[in-house]
């Protein structure tokens, strides 16, 4: 004997449940059927609606339609389920729920304990349904679902928008992309401007070998035979100023201007030269005011990960999982090899190559700083450590970096233990002084908050009284 078949719709006006009265097949392959099926008279006689329940109000519209999104049970569908479907869970007769996303089909035969079936069948009859909802569903007419789906889903997106704005983390995964290709395109053009400006000054490129250090002395310098007439004090001040000091290499610099074996410059070259390099420097320039607007962001958004990891990792991690919620949700040992799944398939791939013990995290000073040996076991102490960090960062509604600040001082305390043997405090233990510590701030905020409440009480009836003696005096 045949079960019977019972189909749950989300229509954007509420929850439907139709009874399949057909036993016929229905599946993608079938194209004259699903030539057929088009028409609802064709289609009306294989459906029979049971149940629908509209929703309350477009905020329960919308409350439900995240829970479906992310294939949640909600009260109100539960609810729902439960009055349509109580006589045949009772009665024990043989019947089955269709749903079509497999995730949700999960939850509501965890949650209720209904036989949940999720197969082409129930997409295609889902896809009719949708086809000629608005004739199928009572008190609906034409043009009520296309506007309850638009005004649905502009509140879903704008939900969406809100929750990413709050995290800011799409401006972090921008900033990070930028910064990376600002960084290859300064190398790239510093390296033309050696090219160009080291037929005049070929021993420059020795003394100043990094691209945009060696734009920016270029300018300054500009042509040699400008040289004489300017102040050597005040030229090798500023050349320092940029070698970030180094006065002895500034005056190194200078020596070897005025003793240079360059070619003679023109005029004209030097012009087309000084534009180039300017162009580059102000391109090395905007890459420094990036940096510090991706650290003033990685603060806001995740700063106990910055705290333990620093800005750069921390924001390709970010970039990498796609935004600070999927990373969140990421375990540690995928966060260990992200950013070297190349090295792992080829590795699983050839069944006995190593697997990469990391990836994105091998930037790190922890294990930079470590020996051979124990890379692979300070990269999985680390990732473990970042997985924390970033589950406080996003789950906590204002972060405070004294986790970040314990996580890194326990990775610190593991790489010594390598070399001293010194064994690192338990991460129980750290996690109840950085709470602590948290309490102890909250503490301060809510005495600080007091005591402005305080001042504001006292000056109020001040300003009452100056207002009464300007009136008498009136």
Not at 110 to 139: D, F, I, M, S
Not at 279 to 288: D, H, I, N, P, T
Not at 298 to 309: R, S, Y
Not at 457 to 464: L, R, S
Request: charge should be neutral.
């Amino acid at each position: 004997m045949s079960k019977t078949l019972y189909v749950l719709y989300e229509a954007p006006t509420g929850y439907a449940l139709f009874k399949v009265l057909s036993t016929e097949e229905i599946g993608a392959d079938d194209v004259a059927l699903q030539r057929d099926l088009q028409e609802l008279n064709t289609f009306s006689p294989w459906v029979k609606l049971a149940s629908f329940a509209p929703f309350d109000s477009p905020e329960n519209a919308l409350e439900d339609a995240i829970s479906i999104s992310e294939s949640l049970l909600s009260p109100f569908l539960r609810n729902f389920l439960s009055t349509a479907l109580a006589k045949r869970a009772s009665k024990g007769e043989g019947w089955e729920l269709g749903v079509q996303d497999p995730k949700l089909g999960t939850a509501v035969a965890e949650g209720l304990q209904y036989p949940v079936v999720c197969n082409e069948t129930v997409t295609e009859l889902c896809r009719c349904l949708r086809l000629h909802a608005e004739k199928l569903l009572p008190g609906h007419s034409d043009g009520d679902v296309p506007r309850a789906q638009c005004g649905l889903g502009h509140a879903f997106s704008r939900t969406k928008v809100k929750f990413n704005v709050h995290r800011s983390d799409n401006m972090i995964i921008q900033a990070s992309a930028l910064a990376e290709h600002l960084d290859k395109g300064v190398n790239l053009l510093g390296m033309r401007v050696k090219e160009w400006y080291g037929w005049h000054f070929p021993e420059l490129a020795k003394e100043v070998p990094e691209p945009l250090k060696y734009a920016r002395v270029a300018l300054l310098i500009g042509s040699r035979d400008t040289l004489e007439s300017r102040d050597v004090d005040e030229l090798t001040q500023e050349i320092a100023g940029i070698l970030e000091g180094d006065e002895a290499l500034a005056a190194r610099v200078y020596e070897k201007a005025v003793t240079s074996m360059g070619g003679a410059m023109a005029e004209v070259d030097w012009d087309c030269i000084r534009t180039f390099a300017t162009r580059v420097a102000s391109l090395g320039s905007y890459r420094e005011s990036l940096a510090q607007y991706l650290v003033d962001k990685m603060m806001m958004v995740a700063p106990n990960l910055t705290q333990l990891i620093g800005q750069n990792i921390g924001a390709k991690l970010i970039s990498k999982a796609g935004s600070l919620t999927n990373l969140a949700k990421s375990p540690a040992s995928t966060i260990q090899i992200l950013g070297a799944e190349k090295a792992l398939f080829r590795a699983l791939k050839k069944k006995k190559g190593n697997t990469p013990k990391y990836g994105l995290i091998f930037h790190s000073s922890f294990i930079q700083r470590a020996a051979k040996e124990h890379r692979g076991k300070i990269s999985r102490y680390l990732a473990n450590k970042a997985a924390l960090a970033t589950r406080i960062d996003c789950f906590m509604e204002q972060p405070p970096t004294v986790f970040g600040e314990k996580l890194r001082e326990q990775v610190e305390a593991r790489l010594s233990f390598f070399d001293t043997g010194n064994k690192p405090p338990s991460n129980k233990a750290a996690m109840a002084e950085a709470l602590e510590q948290y309490q102890k701030l909250l503490r301060k905020k809510d005495k600080k908050r007091d005591r402005d409440a305080e001042d504001e009480e006292v000056a109020a009836p001040k300003k009452k009284k100056k207002v009464v003696a300007a009136s008498e005096s009136d």
